[in-house]
């Protein structure tokens, strides 16, 4: 199966043909296309529609995770309601099978990577907040244990390692990804993994167990290659 991944769309509203440009091709070059977060600019109900009456034009499967930005006006609820009115696959801790390939997807979080990983220590808040993050990457391993299949992909919007953040500032990983989502994908195994978030970062890592990760943001896309969305083979 081929496989087209992109990130960060933030799909604006009156922004006429940017998604059409950004995916010129893609139904002659993936069987599947995969959405990684943002894919609107801030939250809104008309940027959804605008971003759905772009992608009506595409014959291929959609598969999408939510990320930071479609939060920003707390309607996700709404939007995720019209992606999968329009036919999108929206997971969220969920898995699903294109063809015999599983795709497993969610937001993911924030939190920090390694011995730099933020710990729920001191003040409540900070509890609350590193807690919450703890208990994505629980989902996601609820999620990796109910696959079965040979070949596994998993959509995330945050990334899982560090190596794709590199061209960050330092100071920001914390909230750009979280080291448990990579233990968690190790433990049970993917093929590939792919995220968008980091605008700044780099093309490809590999996490502590050796699975490929791939940052498709557009805007790490656009600065790296010709191409604005990724494509790999499954």
């Avoid at 087209?4 to 139904?27: E, N, P, T, W, Y």
Wanted: aromatic share 6%; net charge negative; with cysteine.
């Amino acid at each position: 199966m081929r496989v087209a991944a992109i990130g960060d769309l933030h799909c604006r509203a009156g922004s006429d043909g940017m998604i059409r440009r950004l995916l010129d091709g893609v139904d002659d070059e993936a069987d599947v296309l995969l959405l990684a977060g943002d894919l609107t600019n801030l939250g809104l109900v008309e940027e959804m529609e605008q971003l759905l009456d772009e992608l009506a034009a595409y014959r291929l499967p959609m598969l999408a995770v939510v990320g930071n930005h479609d939060h920003e006006s707390d309607n996700v609820d709404e939007l995720v309601g019209m992606m999968r009115t329009a036919g999108i696959v929206v997971l969220d801790g969920d898995v699903h099978e294109v063809d015999g390939v599983e795709f497993v997807g969610m937001k993911g979080t924030w939190g920090g990577f390694g011995a730099h990983r933020l710990q729920p220590f001191g003040e409540r808040l900070l509890k609350d907040y590193i807690m919450a993050s703890v208990h994505e990457a629980e989902r996601l391993e609820d999620a990796l244990q109910r696959l079965r299949g040979d070949r596994r992909v998993a959509l995330l919007h945050y990334a899982p390692i560090a190596a794709t953040l590199e061209g960050e500032c330092p100071e920001v990983y914390p909230f750009l990804g979280f080291s448990l989502l990579a233990d968690a994908l190790d433990r049970h195994g993917v093929d590939i993994v792919v995220h968008g978030h980091a605008h700044h970062g780099a093309l490809e890592g590999t996490t502590p167990g050796g699975i490929p990760v791939r940052n498709v943001s557009r805007y790490v896309l656009s600065r790296n290659r010709q191409r604005t969305y990724s494509v790999f083979e499954v």
